[in-house]
């Protein structure tokens, strides 16, 4: 636990610290309105992703723009509505009918009012006239033909409810302040209304309020209350009272919370509201509230006649008999507008301009089905745990992972609690809250990658100071992940050296001007750098025109051999291209001899007080030296030892000889490496075999054999110095035999 405060401490502190700032939002001790905004966001969310469904038992009659064209412009006159109401109830058998409109004039369109008042005055005298007039009243009357469709059937009358004036009449309240037995209610309250005239409403069965009073800051709908309090009545919503007939129920009763904890007093006092409910003789319906009565509207589809929630069906359709009946027979119709011009669209999250009467759709399905999201009494206390748990698990996680590791866990634990809550708002109808928590996640991801960039970033700099020149960036950017690991104290580690140095470099160095040299040299060795560091290879030095490198250090390469001969082969192709170029421009030819050794070696920081270097040292070392400086002998460019053939084992070799070098008692084979085994050519496989042929007689002193495969494959490679060599040799052991206890080992006395 020291070490891990020790080295997390800090980062652990601060991010604590952004726990704490989260609970105490969370606790609504500091108010936060850029994380009350996301909430909003959150919520609208859940309601964009869900997909519509189809609801029959609710139906929409639209007064829209075919209706308008066929029945005239808006207002109608009240005889046409009279007809639609006839037509709904009479004809279709609907289950309740809902007005998302108010009648708050008399309909003077018939001109039965005109006749009325020449009949009272210039005509009172003509008995005739009265007559006739009475007799036409049923049918110029349009007030009174609405009123008499009205009577007796399911209908329910909107109005509106304002400050500013009172007009018409309000149906009978819910229940009054008198019912609440004393108790509080907390519910919106105003003081005037624009409502339906006396003669419509007194016939409807029921009135609401079709107000949209709860919009929120940002301008948007999202929730309504389902009673409102007007003098000393509370009254019910469009929504409200249109299911309550459907369903049947006569009366609307507050539900009113029971704690032991408080005493009847201060029970009315706070005025605690349970819910709402619909009752009648076997109806108990109860309808959740939230504070002054309100209610989440859950917004479902986009809204309109192709929003997918609610059949929408034309009121000219309606009204010509032409709506089909299984549409409409015992379904709740609301009749409103989505024409143009006629400014009954709301603003909502699923959409700007979504129809107000598909609003009170959404509240009677609510209501319907029982299902309302709405936030739990347990709300504050949830946020807090969830901050607090998903905070201190990142706290931890965050600060012990690496990067990519970093990103898929925070990426998990926002997946995780978005999955959660979106399942306990669609399955438990639970709006909980998200915002603090995926707020915070994201800022201790931030915290945690600034940290890492800012602190960490350091001992990154310190590994490149410190390896950066001898290795590959991608290997800086391996060991900058855990440079704890890595360090340049020395070690012994099985590792592979490689020597490479130019041939004839004296001469050359005379042949050329001071400044072409200068290129010249420099130009080789970058190119002999790019191919180490390309293949993983740590660059330790150069020394004049010869170039140091080893693979296995600092990072650890399992196949640090195989790599060692790829790039030897590919600095020989790399010096052959340079050599072309070189030629080219008249300067002396390039060629150059590689030895590469496998073995146990030495490996750090060594040198004096005045220079150091991270290098390689040990009797493998000096022996890839010595093969390097023997590949002239032979005539070819690279020379690897017996432990680089059998770790690097893809490869074909050609076995040169057994050698003793200076400064070793022990023989060692020697190998040339060709190319992949599976990539080389028949023909070079057949020579191959042909030449260790060859070898053995030469081994088992049998001359004449072994002379006549050499020629053999002088002929069909005569450039090839290494079969002139044993020509040579031969030639020589025929005049001096060698003796019976010859070991085939060629000694070198110089480096």
């Known amino acids: 636990m020291r070490r891990l405060l020790s080295k997390h401490g800090y980062r652990w502190a601060i991010g604590l610290i952004l726990v704490l700032l989260a609970a105490a939002q969370a606790m609504e001790i500091i108010p936060s309105p850029l994380i009350e905004r996301f909430e909003v966001i959150a919520y609208d969310m859940r309601m ?16 829209d723009e075919k209706s308008l064209n066929e029945f005239g412009r808006w207002p109608w006159s009240r005889n046409i509505t009279a007809d639609l109401v006839d037509k709904l109830t009479d004809h279709y058998k609907v289950r309740a009918v809902g007005f998302d409109i108010s009648f708050s004039e008399p309909d003077l369109s018939s001109g039965y009012t005109t006749l009325e008042n020449l009949a009272n005055r210039e005509l009172k005298d003509v008995a005739a006239v009265k007559e006739r007039l009475e007799k036409l009243k049923p049918q110029l009357d349009y007030d009174g033909r609405l009123a008499k469709a009205i009577q007796g059937q399911p209908v329910v009358l909107g109005y509106f409810l304002t400050d500013r004036q009172k007009k018409g009449v309000l149906p009978n309240p819910a229940f009054t302040v008198k019912d609440l037995d004393g108790y509080k209610l907390y519910a919106h309250s105003v003081a005037g209304y624009e409502a339906n005239i006396p003669v419509l409403q007194k016939a409807a069965r029921a009135g609401g309020f079709y107000n949209a009073t709860d919009i929120d800051s940002d301008g948007t709908l999202r929730s309504t209350p389902l009673l409102i309090q007007v003098g000393d009545g509370f009254y019910e919503s469009l929504a409200l009272a249109t299911a309550r007939v459907a369903l049947g129920a006569t009366k609307v009763k507050p539900i009113f919370l029971r704690d032991a904890i408080l005493s009847e007093q201060e029970l009315k006092e706070y005025g605690i509201l349970d819910s709402i409910r619909l009752e009648n003789d076997g109806i108990r319906k109860k309808i959740p509230v939230e504070s002054f009565l309100k209610t ?3 917004f479902r589809g986009r809204g309109g006649p192709d929003g997918g929630a609610f059949r929408y069906v034309s009121a000219a359709d309606v009204l010509k008999g032409n709506a089909s009946t299984s549409d409409l027979s015992n379904r709740i119709v609301l009749i409103g507008t989505t024409a143009p011009g006629l400014f009954d669209l709301r603003a909502t999250p699923v959409r700007a301009d979504y129809p107000g009467v598909e609003v009170h759709a959404n509240v009677i399905k609510s209501i319907l089905d029982g299902e309302f999201k709405q ?12 901050v607090m748990l998903v905070g201190l698990i990142l706290i931890v996680a965050l600060s012990s992972l690496s990067p990519l590791y970093s990103v898929l866990f925070t990426l998990a634990t926002g997946a995780s609690v978005v999955g959660f809550n979106f399942w306990m708002y669609e399955s438990q109808n639970m709006v909980l809250p998200v915002a603090a928590v995926l707020i915070l996640i994201s800022a201790l991801f931030v915290m945690n990658i600034a940290w890492g960039y800012l602190f960490e970033y350091r001992k990154g700099r310190a590994m490149v100071n410190l390896f950066g020149e001898y290795v590959a960036p991608e290997l800086v950017a391996v060991m900058s992940e855990d440079p704890e690991s890595y360090n340049m104290e020395g070690e012994s580690r099985e590792l592979t050296v490689l020597f490479c140095d130019v041939r004839g470099f004296t001469t050359i160095s005379e042949g050329l001007q001071p400044n072409d040299l200068r290129e010249y040299i420099n130009r080789y060795l970058t190119a002999m750098s790019e191919d180490i560091r390309g293949n993983r290879g740590t660059l330790d030095k150069y020394i004049g025109d010869a170039v140091m490198a080893f693979w296995g250090a600092p990072v650890a390469l399992p196949d640090h051999a195989a790599r060692a001969v790829a ?20 300067w002396p030819p390039l060629k150059i001899g590689i030895g590469l050794n496998t073995g146990e070696m030495r490996v750090g920081d060594m040198g004096s007080k005045i220079r150091r270097a991270y290098t390689v040292m040990g009797d493998a070392v000096n022996l890839g030296s010595r093969l390097e400086g023997i590949t002239k002998e032979y005539g070819v460019g690279l020379v690897v030892g017996e432990m680089t053939k059998l770790a690097a084992s893809d490869y074909a070799y050609r076995e040169l000889d057994r050698v003793r070098v200076k400064g070793k008692n022990e023989p060692v084979p020697i190998f040339e490496p060709l190319g992949l085994a599976g990539e080389l050519p028949e023909e070079t496989h057949h020579a191959l075999e042909k030449w260790h042929q060859a070898l053995a007689l030469v081994r088992g002193q049998k001359w004449y054999a072994a002379e006549q495969l050499l020629q053999q494959l002088r002929q069909e490679d005569p450039d090839r110095k ?25 000694t070198f006395e110089t480096k």
């Open 296 to 298: 989440r509207i859950q």
């Open 375 to 386: 936030k739990p009494d347990f709300e504050l206390g949830f946020n807090l745990v969830q």
């Open 722 to 746: 290494l079969y002139a060599l044993y020509l040579q040799r031969i030639a020589y052991y025929r005049e001096r035999p060698p003796g019976e206890n010859w070991d085939g080992v060629t």
């Open 48 to 63: 964009r992703i869900i997909p519509p469904k189809l609801d029959p038992r609710i139906v929409i009659v639209d007064i």
């Open 567 to 586: 790039t030897a082969l590919q600095m020989q192709a790399t010096a052959k291209k340079l050599n072309d170029d070189f030629v080219a421009r008249g």
